[in-house]
């Protein structure tokens, strides 16, 4: 790894190319976030409107998964960029630089946020436990 860490998060930015349908660009994604050699994937989204791809964050644990960040695979021929994280080294501190965002620039915490929310059927996490 080029930094003094053997531990990081990785932000994986990927644009598919211009022509490629929102089905194939979210299938393309989902397989690479599906390689373990690449990390613990730790978040992922898609894309919305007319640029197709999406991010996604990696906890890597060794040289190996950082180099296989950037195989590739299923998204070649597109736009990709591999970015470390400053302060998200692992999946918790990713999570936990998630929770100082949201306190130390918004002043609310993901629990109030939640509680905030109106049901929508689209917010697949209000389904969590539902019977």
């Given amino acids: 790894m080029t930094e ?11 644009v598919a190319p211009e022509g490629t349908s929102a089905r194939d660009a979210n299938d393309r994604l989902n397989q690479y976030i599906e390689d373990e050699e690449r990390g613990l994937v730790v978040f992922h989204d898609h894309f919305t409107g007319g640029v197709h791809g999406g991010i996604a964050v990696f906890d890597v644990g060794d040289e190996a998964q950082r180099a296989r960040l950037d195989d590739p695979g299923p998204l070649a021929g597109w736009t990709v960029g591999v970015h470390g994280l400053t302060f998200a080294l692992t999946a918790v501190g990713f999570a936990e ?35």
Avoid: H, I, K, M
């Fill in 97 to 131: 630089q998630l929770e100082l965002t949201l306190d130390g620039y918004r002043d609310v915490t993901l629990d109030e946020l939640r509680a905030s929310e109106q049901p929508d059927p689209r917010f697949w996490w209000q389904r969590r436990g539902a019977s």
């Fill in 4 to 14: 003094n860490t053997t531990r990081r998060c990785y932000l994986v930015y990927a």
